[in-house]
């Protein structure tokens, strides 16, 4: 047996250290992203950031496990309805389809959706909304909930897409008033904590 174990361990070895370069190569596209994501709102004419206001913008450390393989069902035919706002007013959706997944050995399902307005944009006509809530709202993350952009060519031939919670964000109701950040429907409350994504803002709310 004893002569076995140089072998073992450089096995041991050699799976760690393909996880860890797993892990940093994740973290570093992760850190790409929330650059990117950054840099966004120096671009968008009505961002409600500037650009030393993004060094109050924060998140969950990457972590793998809350990227989720999920398996889609399309929903054909729902009726177009308005979904409320923040502030007010209400935009025009229509539901696409739900994704299943499990977590932590429970399964639990997503509603995504279509803006009706965006279906004539050449940029956006593939743009999927998915918005959420989950157990962390109001404490580590923003009480009105997150949202995550998906797109139709994401979905695989087999209806399946790996969904990454590391990469929801918030609405910019945020970070200040004067925006229409759609309210998650309640059939997208999830009965967990995500603690991945965006946190909550650690500036000063505008109003």
């Not at 177009?80 to 739900?98: C, L």
């Not at 964000?169 to 009965?191: M, Q």
Request: aromatic share 14%; proline share 5%.
């Amino acid at each position: 047996m004893m002569k076995h174990l140089p072998s073992l361990l450089l096995l041991f070895m050699a799976q760690s250290l393909g996880a860890q370069t797993t892990d940093s190569t994740y973290a570093a596209q992760m850190a790409h992203h929330r650059q990117a994501y950054k840099e966004h709102f120096l671009t968008e004419s009505r961002s409600p950031l500037m650009e030393d206001d993004t060094a109050f913008l924060d998140f969950f450390a990457p972590d793998a496990s809350w990227r989720v393989n999920a398996t889609f069902e399309r929903t054909f035919d729902t009726e177009p309805f308005d979904m409320p706002t923040y502030s007010g007013r209400s935009a025009r959706y229509q539901q696409y389809g739900i994704f299943t997944f499990e977590k932590d050995g429970k399964k639990h399902t997503l509603r995504v959706y279509q803006n009706l307005r965006l279906l004539n944009s050449q940029k956006y006509f593939d743009y999927l909304f998915l918005p959420f809530k989950d157990h962390s709202n109001g404490d580590s993350t923003y009480g009105g909930g997150r949202y995550l952009d998906l797109k139709t060519g994401d979905i695989g031939t087999d209806n399946t897409m790996s969904i990454d919670f590391n990469k929801c964000y918030n609405p910019w109701c945020a970070y200040s008033d004067g925006f229409n950040c759609p309210i998650p429907p309640k059939e997208n409350h999830l009965d967990i904590m995500v603690e991945a994504g965006e946190k909550n803002f650690r500036g000063e709310r505008k109003h």
